[in-house]
């Protein structure tokens, strides 16, 4: 048997999807990656009546030995009854990815509920149109899949959720499980084996977004994941295996990311926002292609060019050329002199190899007095 299908004959059995001994044929049931990759459109032409879709298992995607048990107890309790998980944490870190990595590990469909577009109970429960002349109820997507059953609903960013909408989801997320719905003139029935994710961005930086409250977040939150950025070595592991990227520009990448990101929280931060793992995905597979030029535009223009040579701009312009040097130089400076806000930045060419805070040789190019 391949590697290819003894993983996912051991994730078969690991999340109950048939017996230990019958797990190798859930492979017949299931093609394997490779096949599912030149399957994809058909299979999504096929769900486009109802929008779900059954994830690929992402060899690439770290989880913890604490998510896998998660999932397991996800999965055998929602056999029962239906099961709720609230994932928050900062963008980028993998909130979503998770969520489609349950359904993935455990062949369910899943039904992807964008929240901050979805603003309408139309869009969410359906409603009257005229067909032939006749008045006709259009079912809508979250119907027909929630109600078939044995499905993922992932509510990707929940706190977007207008509060007129939550207050015909509360009956569907508690012990009810269905809510009388008027202008259909029936139900909306959560059917046997659903699993609720919800994904949660917090906090004054994420404009549009609701402050939940104690009863939605008791319905969204049976159990809740802190989803936090992968440790070092494991992000760098991930691009590497997702990108193609060398192991010693990826841990560059990843340092230059950790910094960013221990930079943008408390009292004494100098980044307004840290550096998601979705970004320095997006880095890495640009510097495949053209090298550590192409950082301008995947990481340092991300950043507010206000305050000039002081700016966060500036400052990630010259985390770059600490680990990168020269190979970034010449377009660092047009850019820099371009953006920040019509002044140009000192030279990154004549930063010292080895300045005050600064040191190529070491994984931490600040210094502890400034951490």
Same mark, same amino acid.
Request: glycine share 8%; charged share 25%.
């Given at each position: 048997?391949?590697?290819? +299908?003894?993983?996912?004959?051991?994730?078969?059995?690991?999340?109950?999807?048939?017996?230990?001994?019958?797990a190798?044929?859930?492979?017949?049931?299931r &093609?394997?990656? @490779?096949?599912?990759?030149?399957?994809?459109?058909?299979?999504?032409?096929?769900?486009?009546?109802?929008?779900?879709?059954?994830p690929? $298992?992402?060899?690439?995607?770290f989880?913890?030995?604490?998510?896998?048990?998660?999932?397991r107890?996800?999965?055998?309790?929602?056999k029962?009854?239906?099961?709720?998980?609230?994932?928050?944490g &900062?963008?980028?870190?993998?909130?979503?990815?998770?969520?489609?990595?349950?359904?993935?590990?455990?062949g369910?469909? $899943?039904l992807?509920?964008?929240?901050?577009?979805?603003?309408?109970?139309?869009?969410?429960?359906?409603?009257?149109?005229?067909?032939?002349?006749?008045?006709v109820?259009?079912?809508?997507?979250?119907?027909?899949?929630?109600?078939?059953?044995?499905?993922?609903?992932?509510?990707?960013?929940?706190?977007?959720?207008?509060?007129t909408?939550?207050?015909?989801?509360?009956?569907?997320?508690?012990?009810?499980?269905?809510?009388y719905f008027?202008?259909?003139?029936?139900? $909306?029935?959560?059917?046997?084996?659903?699993?609720?994710?919800?994904?949660?961005? @917090?906090?004054?930086?994420?404009?549009?977004?609701?402050?939940?409250?104690?009863?939605?977040?008791?319905?969204l939150g049976?159990?809740?994941?802190?989803?936090?950025?992968?440790?070092?070595?494991?992000?760098?592991?991930?691009l590497?295996?997702?990108?193609?990227? +060398?192991?010693?520009?990826?841990?560059?990448?990843?340092?230059?990311?950790n910094? $960013?990101?221990?930079?943008?929280?408390?009292?004494?931060?100098?980044?307004s926002?840290?550096?998601?793992?979705?970004?320095?995905i997006?880095?890495?597979?640009?510097?495949?292609?053209?090298?550590?030029?192409?950082?301008?535009f995947?990481?340092?223009?991300?950043?507010?060019?206000?305050?000039?040579?002081?700016?966060?701009?500036?400052?990630?312009?010259?985390?770059?050329?600490?680990?990168?040097?020269?190979?970034?130089?010449? =377009?660092?400076?047009?850019?820099?002199?371009?953006?920040?806000?019509?002044?140009t930045?000192?030279?990154?060419?004549?930063i &010292? @190899?080895?300045?005050?805070?600064?040191? =190529?040789?070491?994984?931490?190019?600040?210094?502890?007095?400034?951490?």
């Amino acid at each position: 048997m391949s590697s290819t +299908k003894k993983m996912n004959a051991k994730v078969a059995s690991t999340y109950g999807i048939v017996s230990k001994a019958a797990a190798e044929t859930f492979e017949a049931k299931r &093609p394997a990656p @490779e096949e599912r990759v030149s399957e994809s459109l058909s299979t999504n032409q096929i769900n486009a009546a109802n929008g779900a879709f059954v994830p690929s $298992i992402d060899p690439t995607f770290f989880i913890t030995s604490d998510i896998e048990s998660l999932f397991r107890r996800v999965s055998i309790l929602s056999k029962k009854s239906t099961q709720k998980v609230l994932l928050r944490g &900062p963008h980028g870190a993998g909130k979503t990815e998770t969520a489609m990595q349950y359904a993935a590990r455990t062949g369910k469909q $899943i039904l992807i509920m964008d929240c901050a577009n979805l603003r309408e109970a139309r869009d969410w429960f359906g409603y009257k149109t005229i067909e032939d002349g006749k008045i006709v109820w259009h079912t809508s997507q979250f119907d027909k899949v929630i109600s078939k059953g044995n499905c993922v609903i992932l509510l990707d960013e929940a706190n977007r959720v207008h509060p007129t909408i939550f207050n015909t989801l509360y009956p569907l997320l508690d012990g009810r499980g269905f809510t009388y719905f008027e202008e259909k003139g029936g139900c $909306i029935t959560v059917g046997p084996n659903v699993v609720f994710f919800s994904t949660m961005n @917090e906090g004054a930086a994420y404009t549009g977004t609701t402050t939940t409250d104690v009863a939605m977040r008791d319905r969204l939150g049976q159990r809740t994941v802190e989803v936090t950025y992968l440790p070092a070595d494991k992000e760098v592991e991930l691009l590497v295996k997702r990108t193609g990227i +060398k192991e010693k520009p990826a841990k560059d990448l990843v340092n230059i990311a950790n910094q $960013i990101r221990a930079k943008s929280t408390g009292i004494n931060s100098t980044f307004s926002e840290g550096f998601s793992t979705r970004q320095l995905i997006a880095c890495a597979e640009d510097y495949v292609i053209d090298g550590a030029e192409t950082l301008t535009f995947t990481m340092s223009n991300l950043f507010s060019a206000e305050g000039g040579t002081s700016s966060e701009r500036a400052t990630v312009l010259q985390l770059i050329q600490g680990k990168f040097g020269a190979e970034i130089v010449k =377009d660092a400076k047009t850019d820099a002199a371009d953006t920040l806000m019509g002044t140009t930045p000192p030279s990154l060419a004549s930063i &010292p @190899e080895e300045e005050e805070g600064y040191d =190529d040789d070491d994984d931490d190019d600040f210094d502890d007095d400034d951490m």
